[in-house]
């Protein structure tokens, strides 16, 4: 019954990949259509104003900082920013006066200069803290928890913007009902400050709107709806002059509420929502109401501006038209947004845990960007860049930055048209054999959507983030990179990870950087082979140090899976499925003897956090994207460092998993102009850019160059929050592990022992997951199970060309 219920939701997802055979026999493209950059395509200059607030620190380094927008006006911009200084080692024993900062930076408008700097921390002592700040008509206003002898009190204080002198204080005492920091929202004329907030005297939560417009404040607006909590809203959208929509999506009963607030009258109605459905709010963010009423809210490749009046979304700018580095453009907040300025201040960000730079300073940046006249990458040919929902980090915006200044025929630009919401099913998961089936369908589906428009030719002409669409792999869909990169010196790369990442000789996703999947433990349980285990070790191992409890807590068709994806080079090969030797069978003898039907749900004794961490100080099933993360759990295991690969019939060592990649399409306007940005991505300055943000690089020599700097680190002050406490108990480690270049030479022979990478094709899996649980219950034989599973799989590869 249980592989009849899932057949018939595996043969709804499998029905895209048959359109998508059907759709490829009748004809292929010949190449993508090339898009040149018009003269008037919109182009925006930026100055970036880099501000460093006067903050005298006292000789103490400062750990992290967090900075947001106070507010704004005509001539100056408030930025309110607070962090704390790094602690002396093992001393948990401070006072917040002691060791975090508060400040209010005052900066010129016009000029980006930094006018006064407000130290808020005059007004705490003790574990007092700054609250909030606003910047509201000239006034800057600070929300001040204070200590005193009887308990605990609340004040504003304010602050005149250009000398600071304190103008007046007024203790809000028991009239308080806030929770702290407040939501200021721009809406047309009108600034917004929004809380949650508690009424003691009925025991009530609501939300609370605070109204100002340039000639004060207006109003206060309670905002309550019986039996419904509602949850905070960050989106406030003018309706007309005097008008306000405040909607709340995310309410206790899941059921959205809409608010139409007049201003003049201070009322709040409760509308129906339908006039609104043309909008998704959960998609919205980091909303700005312009003062001609305007409403505009920032995306991942852009700002986009909301048409109340015509019930329309519109595109209005492209992170793409912007010489400025994109994921730091999709981390600001709007100060000021009109059809021809920009003005963002970026949010917190961290480049390096390894240097002092601005993401651990005071230091933050506004940018002010402005339309220019006329667009100077005219002429250039524009190379369409693929990236799930159109996010790409910094290194790879970077490197897109570069390319776009230095190719003079092409121009790389990040498409937002594949977002997530359009080809993902979300729904809630108790299992992981659940979160796993829903993840292979959900890949699956944006694999079919990408090989689709591929064939078609309107497809992206580069891809990044796709190593784990292994449907893509092959000459129809994806160019072989490597007759692009020649030969790489073995002492300069870790040319292994490179060759792992082939299928059958050729290199369709190019790994950037990597990350390391296997069993962390004592090197003394590896089995013979030194690298990891056979199915019949694995077996000893399981019911010996384990004491019967796995590792991996899948059910059978899962836990199958696992194992085939991990030598999935013994049974495809050359576009051939061979499921008939004996490689296989022993995968699924051992899954059949030693692991259960189904996956415990979340809420079972089997998942408890006593269970799952029963073997912690033994061995632990994990997946390590970089060297700080494995030094960190190295400290934890007390020493063990070891990883060792999952059950296999050879022994085989860990897997390794992508990162970052990058593929070109084989339909792509110019492969050599694409295979030329995949090549800067392995540079010496991305790989270091990759490096000092704590990834492990396919650049050997890289990881050599780094080293210093990662053991100074990991045996430095700066490293006591990360190496301080064992991060799955919660318990302080008291005898820290000092690391030496031992450790990372180890770590090193550890990468140089992978020689595969765990890369699902879903299709595949969903094959497996379907066929093979007949076999493991006993409902048939194994060569019944494999007869059909081959046949399928066979005729997938086969459909694909």
């Not at 200044?405 to 121009?411: I, R, V």
């Not at 030598?567 to 495809?572: C, E, G, R, T, V």
């Not at 061995?619 to 990883?643: F, Q, T």
Request: aromatic fraction near 10%; charged fraction near 25%; proline fraction near 3%.
């Amino acid at each position: 019954m249980r592989r009849t219920l899932f057949s018939k939701t595996v043969s709804l997802v499998l029905l895209p990949a048959m359109l998508l055979s059907i759709a490829s026999c009748g004809k292929r493209s010949s190449g993508k259509a090339a898009r040149k950059i018009a003269p008037e395509d919109p182009w925006f200059d930026a100055k970036i104003y880099n501000i460093k607030p006067d903050l005298d620190t006292n000789g103490k380094e400062i750990d992290y900082s967090t900075r947001k927008l106070a507010g704004t006006d005509d001539k100056y911009i408030v930025v309110f920013s607070q962090g704390s200084y790094l602690l002396p080692d093992n001393n948990r024993e401070y006072t917040n006066s002691d060791y975090r900062y508060f400040l209010a930076t005052v900066i010129d408008r016009n000029t980006g200069e930094t006018i006064n700097t407000i130290n808020l921390n005059q007004y705490i002592s003790g574990n007092g803290y700054i609250m909030d700040v606003e910047y509201i008509n000239g006034m800057i206003t600070s929300t001040v928890y204070k200590e005193t002898e009887s308990g605990s009190s609340v004040s504003e204080i304010d602050n005149d913007v250009l000398t600071g002198k304190k103008l007046d204080e007024r203790d809000l005492g028991s009239s308080y009902a806030g929770f702290g920091s407040k939501t200021r929202i721009q809406s047309g004329k009108y600034t917004i400050l929004a809380e949650n907030a508690f009424e003691p005297a009925t025991n009530e939560t609501y939300f609370s709107l605070d109204i100002y417009s340039p000639q004060g404040k207006e109003c206060n607006v309670k905002i309550k709806k019986e039996r419904k909590d509602l949850n905070s809203t960050s989106i406030i959208l003018p309706l007309d002059e005097d008008k306000l929509l405040v909607p709340f999506t995310q309410t206790a009963d899941n059921v959205p509420a809409f608010f139409e607030v007049d201003v003049k009258t201070a009322k709040a109605v409760e509308v129906d929502g339908k006039d609104y459905d043309w909008i998704d709010f959960k998609s919205i963010k980091n909303v700005f109401g312009s003062k001609d009423g305007t409403a505009y809210f920032t995306t991942s490749v852009g700002i986009s501006k909301i048409d109340m009046k015509n019930k329309k979304i519109e595109d209005f700018f492209s992170y793409n038209a912007c010489p400025v580095n994109k994921e730091l453009l999709g981390s600001t907040e709007v100060v000021d947004c009109s059809d021809n300025n920009i003005v963002l201040i970026d949010g917190p960000y961290s480049h390096s845990p390894y240097y002092l730079d601005e993401s651990s300073s005071a230091g933050f940046s506004i940018y002010d960007i402005k339309k220019a006249s006329v667009n100077p990458n005219a002429g250039k040919t524009v190379l369409e860049l693929y990236a799930t929902n159109g996010y790409v980090d910094q290194t790879v915006a970077e490197a897109i930055i570069r390319f776009n200044e230095t190719n003079k025929d092409y121009f790389i630009e990040v498409t937002g048209r594949y977002m997530s919401d359009s080809v993902y099913t979300f729904q809630p998961t108790d299992s992981e054999d659940d979160f796993e089936s829903l993840d292979l369908q959900n890949n699956m589906s944006l694999n079919d959507k990408l090989a689709m428009d591929i064939m078609n030719g309107t497809g992206p002409d580069i891809l990044v983030f796709t190593d784990d669409m292994g449907r893509l792999n092959n000459s129809n869909n994806l160019a072989d990179l490597s007759k692009y990169l020649g030969e790489l010196d073995s002492e300069k790369y870790f040319t292994n990870v490179i060759e792992a990442a082939k299928s059958d000789g050729k290199l369709y996703q190019l790994p950037v950087s990597f990350g390391i999947k296997g069993i962390h433990t004592d090197e003394q349980y590896a089995g013979a082979s030194g690298l990891g285990f056979t199915t019949k070790e694995y077996e000893e191992f399981l019911y010996g140090p384990l004491n019967g409890y796995d590792l991996d807590q899948a059910g059978q068709a899962f836990y199958f899976a696992t194992l085939f994806n991990a030598m999935s080079d013994k049974f495809i090969s050359g576009g051939k499925v061979d499921f008939s030797g004996p490689e296989f069978a022993e995968l699924a003898e051992f899954v059949r003897n030693n692991v259960h039907e189904k996956a415990p749900t979340m809420d079972s004794d089997e998942m408890s956090l006593e269970k799952r961490f029963q073997n912690d100080g033994t061995a632990r099933l994990e997946k390590y994207a970089s060297i700080i993360m494995y030094l960190s759990a190295v400290n934890e295991m007390n020493g063990s460092r070891a990883i060792l690969g999952i059950p296999s019939s050879d022994g085989r060592g860990p897997m390794l998993t992508t990162c970052l990649s990058v593929a070109v399409s084989a339909q792509a306007v110019n492969i050599e102009a694409c295979a030329e940005f995949a090549k800067l991505l392995l540079s010496e300055e991305t790989q270091t850019r990759l490096a000092v943000s704590d990834h492990f690089t396919v650049s050997r020599e890289v990881y050599k160059k780094n080293e210093s700097l990662v053991l100074d680190y990991c045996n430095g002050p700066r490293a006591n929050q990360e190496f301080g406490i064992n991060h799955r108990t919660f318990e302080p480690i008291k005898n820290r592990i000092k690391f030496t270049a031992d450790d990372l030479d180890y770590l090193e022979k550890i990468i140089l022992s992978c020689s595969h990478f765990d890369s699902a094709d879903a299709s595949i899996n969903i094959i497996l997951i379907e066929e093979m649980p007949p076999y493991f219950v006993g409902q048939k034989d194994l060569n019944s199970v494999i007869k059909i599973a081959q046949d399928r799989t066979q005729k997938v590869l086969d459909e694909r060309g």
